[in-house]
């Protein structure tokens, strides 16, 4: 196996163990969703069959694995593989602030005070 199949390789792993066991820092130090917040809810619900509430979740957990899968078969073309991440990034800036504004602090996009600042805040 050349190198270049074997980087490849590997990020694939690394991120297939992220999406099973990945808890999210920016929720875990401020308690605020991220923008990817929810996307393993969307992909479980995706993978049983449940569309709708997939993509109440998370609705750009499609083009995201769209856009990961591009990027593993196509990551000699940096030009259209740089072009590609530029769009998905301001989408979902997009969607963030559309699901902040419309949906925190409720259901999917929730507080959580299982956080380090509230706890030194908590102890202070």
């Known amino acids: 196996m050349d190198s270049q199949k074997t980087k490849t390789l590997?990020?694939?792993l690394i991120l297939f163990?992220?999406?099973l066991f990945y808890k999210c820092p920016i929720q875990s130090v401020t308690g605020l969703p991220c923008p990817g917040c929810n996307m393993?809810?969307?992909?479980?619900y995706l993978?049983?069959?449940k569309f709708?509430?997939?993509l109440y979740y998370h609705?750009?957990?499609i083009p995201t694995i769209v856009v990961f899968v591009w990027i593993v078969f196509n990551y000699k073309n940096h030009e259209q593989t740089k072009k590609l991440l530029m769009i998905w990034a301001i989408l979902m800036i997009i969607y963030y602030i559309y699901r902040?504004?419309?949906y925190f602090p409720?259901?999917?996009m929730m507080y959580s005070k299982e956080n380090l600042i509230y706890f030194i805040f908590r102890h202070v």
Not at 40 to 44: N, R, W
């Open 10 to 12: 590997g990020i694939v």
């Open 17 to 19: 163990l992220l999406l």
């Open 40 to 44: 393993k809810t969307s992909l479980y």
């Open 47 to 49: 993978l049983h069959f």
């Open 52 to 54: 709708s509430l997939s």
């Open 59 to 61: 609705a750009l957990l």
């Open 100 to 102: 902040m504004i419309v």
């Open 106 to 108: 409720n259901n999917p």
